[in-house]
């Protein structure tokens, strides 16, 4: 609770508050899942129909394509939404550091540090990078 509110604090003297309630990169990776989801239910389907007796130990009656189906959907849901969550975890990682310590990031990495701040201006024009 302390770190996420020291994390609050120092968006806010920043004037960065902006940037904690746009949630694109959290939207991005939560569509990634969808589409996973989707496309491991698609596959669960086509196991289904290449193997008749796939889901019969189930004893699901007519409907064994559907239940293929959401089977794959949930299994791929929960595999990509462990994986999505690192990456956010990276991503919001990244953010709290380079709002923090511009600077030292531009001294250790200056080639990175000027296509982050590139990016920056094109999304959040608004917001001054360096004080």
Known sequence: ????????ELFETKGWSSIISDDLCDRVLELICVGVGLLTGLIGVLFAYSDDQLLEALDLGDYEKLDAFFIGLIIGLVFS?????????????VI???CDSPQEFEANHPELSLEMRDAWVLAWPELVIFE
Not at 1 to 8: I, M
Not at 81 to 93: F, P
């Open 96 to 98: 709290v550091c380079f």
């Open 1 to 8: 609770v302390e770190a996420g509110r020291s994390v609050f």
């Open 81 to 93: 939404s462990i994986l999505m969550s690192v990456v956010g975890a990276g991503v919001n990682a």
